[in-house]
Antibody, heavy 120, light 108 residues
Framework: QVQVQESGPGVVKPSETLSLTCNVS????????WSWIRQPAGKGLEWIGH???????DYSPSLKSRLTMSVDTSKNQFSLKLSTVTAADTAVYYC??????????????WGQGTLVTVSS | DVQMTQSPSSLSASVGDRVTINCRAS??????LNWYQQKPEKAPILLIY???GLQSGIPSRFSGSGSGTDFTLTISSLQPEDFATYYC??????????FGGGTKVEIK
């Protein structure tokens, strides 16, 4: 069974770059598609972007100019970098497997989430 | 962008009640609609995919219906463990896989 676990600093200063890593176990990172989703405290879910096992990467249009996603197959992990952060980027960040069930895209395996606070 | 609007934003119900949650898309999304359940401090869990497909391991009291722009999640007999927040999500329009604002189901 696939498991994913986010890691990264809990606090990032305004204007700096937020960097998170998602470690994958129970399967190869290169076999699946992966998404990042975030959730500000008390609010709803926001899809950030995904990286497919073909190398295709799509970003949310609202974040695209600040985002970079990549995969490191040697470490079986994938990562997220969000530049020039502000308080509005404070949220729980989830890494998620994107899986096609009967042809329908779904998010079926989620990490536990990691809280990132943007604060000086 | 496709906007996903859920209603109601919250509801109160009793154990055993039939509960219905609605989700409306700002444009047709065929049946590209998923439902998730989220409990406090936990990651969401996939309940329904493709508008009506029941995810493996999810109890049959959960069901989904709809196509085009209007969708419904139904819990046929609410159980204590079902008190949570529910989100719909469209996967028709990429690369913006938008979620609804959520519906919180609380104990009456």
């Amino acid at each position: 069974q696939v498991q994913v676990q986010e890691s990264g600093p809990g606090v990032v200063k305004p204007s700096e770059t937020l960097s998170l890593t998602c470690n994958v176990s129970g399967g190869s990172v290169s076999s699946f598609h992966w998404s990042w989703i975030r959730q500000p405290a008390g609010k709803g879910l926001e899809w950030i972007g995904h990286i497919y096992n073909t190398g295709r990467i799509d970003y949310s249009p609202s974040l695209k100019s600040r985002l970079t996603m990549s995969v490191d197959t040697s470490k079986n992990q994938f990562s997220l970098k969000l530049s020039t952060v502000t308080a509005a980027d404070t949220a729980v960040y989830y890494c998620v497997r994107e899986w096609y069930t009967s042809g329908w895209a779904t998010f079926d395996y989620w990490g536990q989430g990691t809280l990132v606070t943007v604060s000086s | 962008d496709v906007q996903m609007t859920q209603s109601p934003s919250s509801l109160s119900a009793s154990v055993g009640d039939r509960v219905t949650i609605n989700c409306r898309a700002s444009q047709s999304i065929a049946k590209y609609l998923n439902w998730y359940q989220q409990k406090p401090e936990k990651a969401p869990i996939l309940l329904i995919y493709g508008a009506s497909g029941l995810q493996s391991g999810i109890p049959s009291r959960f069901s989904g219906s709809g196509s085009g722009t209007d969708f419904t999640l139904t819990i046929s007999s609410l159980q204590p463990e079902d008190f949570a927040t529910y989100y719909c999500q469209q996967t028709y329009v990429t690369p913006q896989l938008t979620f609804g604002g959520g519906t919180k189901v609380e104990i009456k």
